[in-house]
Structure formats: structure tokens, C-alpha cells
């Protein structure tokens, strides 16, 4: 065999590992698209599971206490969407993830564990806003408000990772114990927990879930595309590159 043979080989011996190794990665998945006619400009697909409660629409404006004023209405949300979704800044090198989730829905772990390794390595140009979504009862409610207020002082992954591994308890004490573990301060994450911010984050997150027709979580929205149900990482970074690649801001 002689040398320039053993180089073609060579070559293509090369090539063909690197084709292996890389061009799935650069192979969009095939995503079955369905245009929303409301909210207009968005498009879903259908994820995997799901977890929600006997009760699609349990948590939903019209389930609160009549004594309890809601703090914000369908049509706040939606004179500007993309701020409820995403919040009020997004960097114009960015994709914005919308995540919703249940502390007590299993699959919403795994997902939101990734959302956060994801966002935390800053690799594939996205930011995360969480939404909770509390379906699943009374002590997915409180388990809601300990994320958020935890997400005021900049550890809701942290909160998220600490209640994964023990049973939510719903007491000052675990609470205490929880906070104390992660290095926040106690006396202000139950302060924020009962906060004006902390409901109206919750308030909206439950009407965002109407107007996107949730019945369970994990639910994301990617720029303009809406997920119902877990997804692996490889189809949301699909799914980022073609909100980058199609102008996600042409809805806002």
C-alpha cells in the first residue's frame, strides 16, 4: 500500500469518526409544528410526560380565595406577553427559556436540574425565567413560594436541588434548616414568601398557563415555540437554534 493511499485512508478515517462524533449535533431534530391562533405567533409541540393533577386547571384564576383581590389579570399578561413570559430584559445575544414546574412533579426535576446546568454554563446563548406552577396541591403551593423567594436572593437551582433530595416539609423548622443549608437568609426568604412580588409571580404564571392551555408540568415556552411536557437536552438546543436562527423577537 502505498503512501498516498494510507493518506487518502487515513483521511477518510478521520473524517468519518468525526462525522460520527459530531454531525448528529449539527442535525436539527424533525419537530411537528402546530401555529397557535392564541396567543397569535406562537407555535407548540407536543413533549413527553407529564404529571398534573385530577383537576387540569386546579390553581387557575377562579380557584383563589374570594377574599384575596387578585394582583394581576389576563389582560395585564397579555399587553405584553413576552415580559410575563420572559421578564422585562432579555439580551439580544440570548434565547429566552420560560419554565414552568411542580416541586412534586418528577419529571420537572430532571428537566429543571438541566435548565439550570445549561443555563449556569452559559454554552448554548439562552437565559431561563422560572415559573412555578403549583397543580399538585397544598404543599406544592408552599414548596412555590420557598422557590421564589429563594429565587429573589439567586439560588432557586440551589432550592430546587436541596428539596429533590429530602421530602418537602411544610414547617418553619425544615424551612429554617433548608435555607440554612443553602446559605440564604431566613428572616427574608419568609418575608418575600408572603410578598406582594411573590404572589403576583405566581398570579401570572397560573394565567400564562390558560392562555397556553397547560394541563401539567414540565411546560416550556422557547422564544415562540411551546413545549407540553419533558423534552431532552438535545431537542431544546435544536429548538433554541431555530428560535435564534428564525428571529424568536418577532413576536414581542
Known amino acids: 500500500m ?4 494510507i493518506l487518502v485512508l487515513g483521511t477518510l478515517g478521520v473524517g468519518g469518526y468525526a462525522a460520527i462524533r459530531y454531525l448528529p449535533a449539527l442535525i436539527p431534530s424533525d419537530f411537528d409544528f402546530e401555529e397557535l391562533s392564541d396567543p397569535s405567533g406562537f407555535r407548540s409541540i407536543a413533549g413527553g410526560e407529564t404529571s398534573s393533577a385530577f383537576n387540569p386547571f386546579i390553581g387557575l384564576p377562579g380557584n383563589e380565595d374570594a377574599a384575596t383581590a387578585p394582583l394581576v389579570t389576563e389582560d395585564e399578561v397579555r399587553a405584553d406577553i413576552c415580559e410575563s413570559l420572559f ?3 432579555v439580551p439580544s445575544d440570548r434565547v429566552p427559556v420560560a419554565s414552568f414546574s411542580d416541586y412534586y412533579c418528577p419529571f420537572c426535576r430532571v428537566q429543571t436540574r438541566a435548565l439550570g446546568d445549561m443555563a449556569a454554563a452559559n454554552s448554548d446563548g439562552m437565559i431561563v425565567k422560572w415559573h412555578e406552577l403549583p397543580l399538585l396541591g397544598e404543599t406544592s403551593e408552599l414548596a412555590a413560594r420557598v422557590a421564589l423567594a429563594g429565587d429573589l436572593q439567586g439560588q432557586y437551582t440551589a432550592f430546587h436541588e436541596q ?3 429530602t ?5 418553619d423548622a425544615y424551612i ?10 431566613f428572616g427574608l426568604l419568609v418575608q418575600d414568601m408572603e410578598s406582594e412580588t411573590v404572589r403576583r409571580q405566581l398570579e401570572t404564571s397560573k394565567i400564562l398557563s390558560r ?3 397547560f394541563v401539567g408540568t414540565p411546560a416550556l415556552v422557547v422564544g415562540r415555540t411551546v413545549v407540553n411536557g419533558q423534552i431532552s437536552e438535545r431537542q431544546l438546543r435544536d429548538i433554541i437554534e431555530l428560535e435564534r436562527s428564525s428571529n424568536w423577537r418577532s413576536i414581542c
Open 87 to 89: 421578564g422585562r430584559y
Open 211 to 213: 392562555i397556553f392551555r
Open 176 to 185: 429554617e434548616q433548608l435555607a440554612s443549608s443553602i446559605g440564604v437568609d
Open 163 to 165: 428539596l429533590i433530595r
Open 167 to 171: 421530602p418537602f416539609q411544610p414547617n
Open 2 to 5: 502505498n503512501r498516498r493511499t
